[in-house]
């Protein structure tokens, strides 16, 4: 891994965004990106599963291949990686790196143990936490996708339940109702605000 160094512009933050499958961590963060602002940078992260036939290699993910995605790792191109549902996913390091140097919010979405390692490296990452209004609702919504056969299904929920109980480990616990991605979106951009007031001189370290 290359040597920890000071890239952070003051006040740029390192904002994760979690929650398990269905929760709508993706419609969130779109609803995040239409405000027009330039101090943000949503990571693409780095994945070996399959592509999904309405997504854009560069956009929703960068997909590599496994032997491209460990020859990553081992140069220590990630901030962190795991392997989550039988597929890898990795944050890429450099553009944390050059987000926080030009004093922008690097913002991600991972994982529960994507999360932990990231706090590991960067203690001071902020972490929010995306959770269902209801279990029911959550499996609902995990149904209703109709992306993946049964078996994958199935896997997604017992690890969704299993990531439901490590929500104390975040910073603050964000739910999101159904319909009212938008409403989420401004709490977790409200976070972020107090998050910059409470730390306006402070540079974080990748």
């Keep these: 891994m290359p040597e920890t160094r000071a890239v952070g512009a003051p006040g740029a933050s390192v904002v994760i965004i979690s ?67 039988g597929n890898w996913y990795g944050t890429p390091r450099d553009q944390v790196a050059d987000a926080l140097a030009a004093g922008r919010d690097a913002i991600l979405k991972i994982d529960v143990t994507g999360a932990r390692a990231v706090r590991d490296a960067v203690p001071e990452a902020l972490l929010i936490f995306v959770v269902p209004p209801s279990l029911d609702e959550l499996r609902r919504r995990l149904v209703g996708r109709d992306t993946e056969p049964s078996e994958a299904l199935e896997r997604r929920w017992h690890n969704a339940a299993y990531e439901l109980l490590r929500q104390g480990e975040y910073d603050h616990v964000v739910v999101n109702h159904t319909g009212h991605a938008d409403g989420s979106a401004l709490e977790i951009e409200a976070i972020i605000e107090r998050e910059h007031t409470a730390h306006a001189d402070r540079r974080l370290r990748v």
């Design 19 to 85: 929650g398990p499958s269905g929760v709508g961590k993706d419609t969130i963060i779109e609803a995040m990106r239409r405000a027009p602002r330039t101090d943000r940078h949503y990571v693409i992260t780095c994945t070996t599963r399959d592509k999904r036939w309405y997504e854009e290699d560069g956009v929703d993910y960068h997909f590599l291949t496994l032997d491209e995605f460990h020859a990553l790792r081992q140069r220590g191109g990630f901030l962190e990686a795991s392997e989550v549902h």
